[in-house]
């Protein structure tokens, strides 16, 4: 199937080092308000690639749950497979597409878990479903049904009938630390525009890539 015809010339509005933040964090915050204010859909959604211990990339969407000038954080399974990818190798890459906008951010960094308190604070604000769901699924694990998957999720409910849910020992947030930052504008022609973020002594040095 020829698929050439798909093709999107993206507006002129540039992208100039002299217009970005010297600290790349803050220059993040400017570009996810404006995805805010643009009414993107899930503006924090984010592709996350990991590297399994043998070398093969795995990618695939999360949300983006808290960031500060520490790092990016986003919650999961510490069973599934992006979890094992992380403990065989926390070096991780994220991106943030918000094409409304023109826009893509690129990160690479290093994954951690976060603190068992902060994994709580934030557990304590999911609805009751979705905390109940964290129990019953047995993430990226083979299951025979979607029956067997409800059946679970009953049986959870029961156990926690009349009160609160707590955390799963098996359930948690990572913090992305980054070490570098690509700020990516689309522009005319592909000529498009690209600003990368790179850290030297704790200082963040900017540079324009080619297109």
């Known amino acids: ?12 509005r540039g992208l100039s080092k002299k217009e970005l933040s010297d600290n790349p964090f803050e220059q993040f915050d400017i570009w996810f308000n404006e995805a805010i204010a643009a009414r993107i859909e899930e503006p924090n959604s984010m592709n ?11 990618v695939r969407a999360v949300l983006l749950k808290s960031y500060d000038e520490h790092g990016f954080v986003f919650y999961t399974n510490y069973e599934s497979r992006k979890a094992k990818n992380i403990e065989d190798n926390p070096k991780v ?15 690479e960094g290093k994954a951690e878990k976060i603190s068992t308190k902060e994994s709580k604070e934030y557990f304590k604000t999911r609805s009751r479903e979705s905390q109940l769901g964290a129990w019953a699924s047995a993430q990226s694990r083979i299951i025979n049904s979607r029956e067997d998957l409800e059946k679970e999720l009953e049986r959870v409910e029961q156990n926690f009938k009349d009160q ?3 955390l799963p020992s098996f ?19 592909r000529l498009s525009d690209r600003v990368l973020y790179t850290q030297r002594e704790k200082i963040w040095i900017k540079n324009r890539l080619a297109p």
């Open 164 to 166: 609160e849910v707590i």
């Open 48 to 58: 996350l690639a990991t590297v399994s211990k043998d070398g093969q990339p795995s």
């Open 1 to 12: 199937m020829n698929i050439d015809y798909l093709r999107h010339n993206y507006s002129d």
């Open 93 to 107: 890459a994220l991106q943030f597409l918000w094409i409304t906008l023109g826009r893509q951010l690129r990160i």
């Open 171 to 189: 359930w948690g947030g990572y913090r992305v630390k980054p070490i570098s930052f690509e700020f990516w504008q689309g522009r005319s022609d």
